[in-house]
């Protein structure tokens, strides 16, 4: 992406600096939970659902997942809470 100002894009500002952030997330996000899971052997899921039984959600609870990235962290918890309950994820 090149910059109004011949500087590297990650110290551009203001618009110019979301431009370039909303363009590098379209770029990672569509293979970004491939490759997680297979730089740490699958494991994520794994600590996921540990951390599910970690926090004790039951049928109908709510939870929210602060910076979700992809969401993937998003199914499990809602598995946890079951149709009555409500997850929301916030990136």
């Known amino acids: 992406m090149a ?3 011949d500087e590297a894009p990650w110290l551009s500002q203001g618009e110019e600096k ?3 952030v909303r ?3 379209a770029d990672v996000a569509p293979s970004y939970d491939r490759i997680n899971s297979v730089m ?3 494991l994520h899921h794994k600590w996921r ?3 599910v039984d970690a926090i004790q959600l039951n ?3 709510a939870a929210l997942d602060v910076c979700c990235g992809t969401g993937d962290f998003l199914a499990p918890l809602t ?3 079951g149709k009555t309950g409500r997850i929301v994820g916030l990136d």
């Open 23 to 25: 363009e590098m997330f």
């Open 40 to 42: 740490c052997l699958r």
């Open 3 to 5: 910059t109004k100002t």
């Open 49 to 51: 659902r540990m951390a």
């Open 18 to 20: 979301r431009a370039f």
């Open 59 to 61: 049928q109908g609870d």
């Open 79 to 81: 598995r946890a809470v």
